[in-house]
C-alpha cells in the first residue's frame, strides 16, 4: 500500500515562513501530478497548490506570490515552502498525490493532515 505522511507545520508568527514535507512511502511505480490543499475551521476543504506531472504550476490567488510547490522524485517528497504568512493562512493542510503502484493504475492518496497556526 501507498502511505503521504506529512511534517514541517506548527505555530509561527504572522509574516514568518514554513516549508511542509509529504514524504510517500510503499508501492510506488511512479508519482503523477501532487497538490496541497487546506482546510481552515468552519470551511470546506480547498486546494492551494498543484505541480502537475509535467512541470506546470497552478496556485489559488490568496497564496500566490508567497507559497511555493515543489517535489524531490528520488526521495518520493513533495514540499510546500510557505513566506509571508498570514493569521488567515491558519488551517490544517493536506498533501495529495497521484500515485501509481506497479501493476495498477493513477490513483489519489492523501496525506493525514498537520496544523498550521499563523498567530502573534
Known amino acids: 500500500q501507498v502511505q503521504l505522511v506529512e511534517s514541517g507545520g506548527g505555530l509561527v508568527q504572522p509574516g514568518g515562513s514554513l516549508r511542509l514535507s509529504c514524504r510517500a512511502s510503499?508501492?510506488?511505480?511512479?508519482?503523477?501530478?501532487i497538490s496541497w490543499y487546506r482546510q481552515a475551521p468552519g470551511k470546506q476543504r480547498e486546494v492551494i497548490a498543484t505541480l502537475t506531472s509535467d512541470g506546470n504550476e497552478l496556485y489559488e490567488d490568496s497564496v500566490k506570490g508567497r507559497f511555493a510547490i515543489s517535489r524531490d522524485n528520488a526521495e518520493n517528497t513533495m514540499y510546500l515552502q510557505m513566506n509571508r504568512l498570514r493569521p488567515v493562512d491558519t488551517a490544517v493542510y493536506y498533501c495529495?498525490?497521484?500515485?501509481?503502484?506497479?501493476?495498477?493504475?493513477?490513483?489519489?492518496?492523501w496525506g493525514q493532515g498537520i496544523q498550521v497556526t499563523v498567530s502573534s
Open positions: 510503499g508501492n510506488i511505480f511512479r508519482i503523477g501530478s
Open positions: 495529495n498525490a497521484d500515485i501509481r503502484s506497479l501493476g495498477t493504475y493513477f490513483q489519489p492518496y
